[in-house]
């Protein structure tokens, strides 16, 4: 509500967050990151490393141990999730397998209590933009894995989110759906505005798709930069090895002995 206030609010804010399930080990550490509206944010990291956590917690399904997530300048800690005005695909977020695709986008409008019309004209809006304009009357099963998984895009932008979270959203697809979907939904976000913000572990993905990549390890972020910055200056050593093979590391030798050299980072690490 204060954002007009506020400018260059972000249009996500976590501050400071901390999560811990058990009261005793953090998953998430005092995070902090700002998302800009209509931004392409991907959350790239190692199985474990705090990604999905951080979803939850915006999405309201999780809460913050501590510190505060920001919406468009408002806390949200305490809103429930459906009143967030977030739009989720999830990998096991499965459409409702007793209806039929139509009734599949059709319900998250029925919650909201649009009208008739107005959800006839949304549903067939959102099937044509994931170009299913033809399977409204099918059911689920009765669709391919990449078919569902477009419908269940559909679905997430049926109710027109400002934020739509996806996670891993391709990861049950093979190699040549996924790189399909990864153009679908990139050129989704591209036409419509829509902040995205994107979970996965796998680096392609998230160089070809994000404005922005936030590299999680171990509940911190490690590095913060644009896909070309990630790829052409890693700032740590483990960056450097999940970002790919190619990389180079920009240092200073210190120290050569008969089979090793230390190197020291920019950014003070020294690695051997
Ligand atoms: P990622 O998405 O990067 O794989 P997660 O956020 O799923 O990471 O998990 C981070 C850590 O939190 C892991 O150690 C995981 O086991 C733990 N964790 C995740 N969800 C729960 C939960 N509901 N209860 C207890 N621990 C959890």
Known sequence: AAAADVPNEAFVRFDSVQKSYDGETLVVKDLNLDIARGEFLTMLGPSGSGKTTCLMMLAGFETATHGE?????????NVPPHKRGIGMVFQNYALFPHMTVTENLAFPLEVRKTSRSEIDRKVKRALDMVEMGEFGNRRPAQLSGGQQQRI?????????????????????????????????IK????????????????????????DRIAVFNDGVIQQLATPEDLYERPESAFVAGFIGENNRLRGVV???????????????????
Do not use: W
């Open 69 to 77: 997530i920001l919406l468009d300048g408002t806390p949200i800690n």
């Open 152 to 184: 269940a895009v559909a679905r997430a932008l049926v109710f027109e989110p400002d934020l739509v979270l996806m996670d891993e959203p391709l990861g049950a697809l093979d190699k040549q759906l996924r790189e399909q979907m990864q153009y679908e």
């Open 187 to 210: 050129r989704i976000h591209d036409s419509l505005g829509i902040t995205v913000v994107y979970v996965t572990h796998d680096q392609t993905e998230a160089l070809t798709m994000s």
């Open 254 to 272: 210190t120290d050569i002995d008969g089979k090793h050299c230390s190197v020291q980072l920019e950014h003070g690490e020294t690695v051997r």
